[in-house]
């Protein structure tokens, strides 16, 4: 099992940027990707980003060439720099690894 902290997110003005964090613990070793997704109000959620245990990433392509993922094997931890930011950026993101999700970061981006 898995368990998975999120940090960060926040108000920000259009242009902007921000960082999300998410720290795993539990059974690590068993974890082949970890996922960003985002949730908008009235929307059904859709994947972001993913990052492989071996580093390769994928982003959906809304975000690519502004966001990026990355993950320190140190800590546990994966991370999603948001750069540019623009309102259709503003939504709830959760990580996700094997079963496990995060409890969501509020990203709210001002025009």
């Known amino acids: 099992q898995v368990q998975l902290v999120e940090s960060g997110g926040g108000l920000v003005q259009a242009g902007g940027l921000l960082r999300l964090s998410c720290a795993a613990s539990?059974?690590?070793?068993?974890?082949?990707?970890m996922r960003w997704y985002r949730q908008a109000p009235g929307k059904q959620r859709e994947l972001v980003a993913s990052?492989?245990?071996?580093?390769?990433?994928n982003y959906a392509d809304c975000v690519k060439g502004r966001f990026t993922i990355s993950k320190d094997n140190a800590t546990n931890t994966m991370y999603l720099q948001m750069n540019t930011l623009n309102p259709g950026d503003t939504a709830v993101y959760y990580c996700?690894?094997?079963?496990?999700w995060g409890q969501g970061a509020q990203v709210t981006v001002s025009s």
């Open positions: 996700n690894a094997l079963a496990g």
């Open positions: 539990g059974i690590i070793s068993s974890i082949i990707v």
């Open positions: 990052i492989t245990s071996g580093g390769s990433t």
